[in-house]
């Protein structure tokens, strides 16, 4: 990939996670740490539902 692509599929990556996190701020009424927190919970929790392993979860969450 060149440069250009890279750096525009982190800031589209990057603006999606911040939108995420910020209706999940106005629904739970939370700051927007509080709201990554439970973002970050309800990954592990559909992990969990699908039948990942944990080395799966944790590729998913980006730990490996």
Known sequence: WSLEKVQNKLKENMINAYNDAE?????????????CYIKALER?????????????????????
């Open 44 to 64: 592990l929790k559909n992990a969990w539902l699908n039948n990942y392993s944990i080395e799966n979860v944790l590729l998913f969450l980006n730990y490996k």
């Open 23 to 35: 209706k999940i701020a106005k629904k739970y009424k939370c700051d927007l740490r509080t709201a």
